[in-house]
């Protein structure tokens, strides 16, 4: 009995086939270019040869397999590089590719922000309902008590850089078992996930530099690898140096 193959990687999530190989990057990029260029700024002979280089061709074409396989010539490689105009366009071009990647990449909810929690059924909510594949970083504090505060500032700078992952707080007077979170045990971290508790770390101030910051708390949470790797950001502008790496 044949197995059921799984989706292809080069299919989108509407089922839709993307161009992921080297011919539809070629295909993408011709297109995109065409696209972009301003119509009345572009010579006929120019415009031709991009509109020749980006149409598809037709399967009942009998030369339509050569044409499609074909190498790029010496006279479309100078189109695609010739100027800096050139250079800009295909700038965008990789950008807007960056952004579309990072989009279907990007499961999940979105947070971004520290929650305050009011009550101990708020926070056993919190944990029982969130979806399995979300990470849940929650700070019990209290007001007064060292490395509080500086750790609640710690968290609301991760929370902007880590929005798949939620960030929560609450006073341990607001558990409902506040006797088990004396001010001894505080700052205390709890991390959960799916509904369990997969870490807990109890006096963080103290793991920690005597003035720690956001990058101190980010490197103690990464070494027990409970944050996801950062979201991959497309930048505005990249130099000439970056570009070459990236080829």
């Known amino acids: 009995m044949e197995e059921a193959q799984s989706p292809s990687l080069e299919e989108d999530f509407e089922g839709q086939a993307t161009h992921t190989g080297p011919k539809g990057v070629i295909h993408d990029w011709r297109k995109f270019k065409l696209e972009s260029e301003d119509g009345d700024s572009i010579p006929p002979s120019k415009k031709e040869i991009l509109r020749q280089m980006s149409s598809p061709q037709s399967r009942d074409d009998k030369d339509s397999k050569e044409r499609i ?25 990789r950008r807007q590719c960056m952004q579309d990647m990072h989009q279907k990449l990007s499961f999940g909810p979105r947070y971004g922000f520290v929650y305050e929690l009011e009550t101990g059924e708020q926070f056993l909510e919190t ?44 006073k341990a007077s607001n558990t409902g078992a506040g006797e088990r979170f004396s001010a ?19 006096s963080v101030a103290e793991q920690l530099s005597e003035e720690f910051f956001s990058g101190d708390v980010e490197s103690f949470l990464n ?7 950062r979201e991959i950001q497309a ?3 990249t130099n000439m140096e970056e570009e070459e790496d990236i080829e």
């Open 69 to 93: 396989s074909r190498k790029m010539s010496i006279q479309e490689y100078e189109l695609i590089h010739q100027d800096k105009e050139d250079e800009n366009c295909l700038r965008k071009y």
């Open 127 to 170: 944990i029982e309902k969130e979806q399995k594949i979300t990470t849940i970083v929650v700070h019990i504090y209290e007001d007064g008590v060292k490395g509080c505060d500086a750790l609640n500032s710690s968290l609301s700078c991760l929370a902007t850089e880590y929005p798949m992952v939620k960030f929560c707080k609450i």
């Open 184 to 202: 001894d045990v505080l700052p205390t971290l709890l991390v959960y996930k799916g509904g369990e508790l997969i870490s807990n770390f109890i």
């Open 223 to 229: 070494e027990y690898g409970l944050l996801p790797e």
């Open 235 to 237: 930048p505005e502008h």
